[in-house]
């Protein structure tokens, strides 16, 4: 059945056992998946971006991964995790979680946070870490 939808994967064995990734979206929704991979077809998450800066007064770690479904109770499909780090200390954070949600932490504090598109998110993340660093704390 495979073969003739995949020309590529004509022998049984390579059928049976083959993943197939998903690497990327159109959007940053998560578009209907039905028909779109065939049944019993794993689809995985894929790692956006990873980096950790230095700073003389702390650190940035950014974190993104595109899931395959959305971690309730968000709408899209975004797993991330954004950290300014002072002294050993969170001062400015941006993550989702299960049950939780959209947020952000700043001082300790924790508030929601509306998400709109990654790219919003980041230059969000970026202002939050910049107001901090020029207030002086």
Same mark, same amino acid.
């Given at each position: /059945?495979? &073969?003739?939808?995949?020309?590529?994967? =004509?022998?049984?064995?390579? %059928?049976?056992?083959?993943?197939?990734? $998903?690497?990327?979206?159109?959007?940053?929704?998560?578009?209907?998946?039905?028909?779109?991979?065939?049944?019993?077809?794993? /689809?995985? &998450?894929?790692?956006?971006?990873?980096? =950790?800066?230095?700073?003389? %007064?702390?650190?940035?770690?950014?974190? $993104?991964?595109?899931?395959?479904?959305?971690?309730?109770?968000?709408?899209?499909?975004?797993?991330?995790?954004?950290?300014?780090?002072?002294?050993?200390?969170?001062?400015?954070?941006?993550?989702?979680?299960?049950?939780?949600?959209?947020?952000?932490?700043?001082?300790?504090?924790?508030?929601?946070?509306?998400?709109?598109?990654?790219?919003?998110?980041?230059?969000?993340?970026?202002?939050?870490?910049?107001?901090?660093?020029?207030?002086?704390?």
């Amino acid at each position: /059945m495979y &073969a003739r939808r995949w020309p590529g994967l =004509r022998s049984r064995p390579i %059928r049976r056992y083959i993943r197939f990734r $998903v690497v990327e979206f159109a959007s940053a929704s998560c578009p209907s998946l039905k028909g779109m991979i065939p049944h019993g077809y794993c /689809m995985t &998450a894929k790692q956006l971006l990873r980096d =950790r800066k230095e700073f003389a %007064r702390g650190t940035v770690e950014r974190v $993104v991964w595109r899931l395959p479904q959305p971690v309730p109770p968000c709408t899209h499909c975004f797993k991330y995790r954004l950290v300014y780090v002072e002294d050993g200390r969170r001062v400015i954070g941006f993550d989702n979680e299960r049950g939780k949600g959209d947020h952000y932490h700043s001082e300790g504090r924790e508030a929601p946070y509306r998400f709109t598109t990654l790219e919003r998110l980041l230059d969000d993340f970026s202002s939050a870490v910049a107001q901090w660093v020029e207030a002086d704390r």
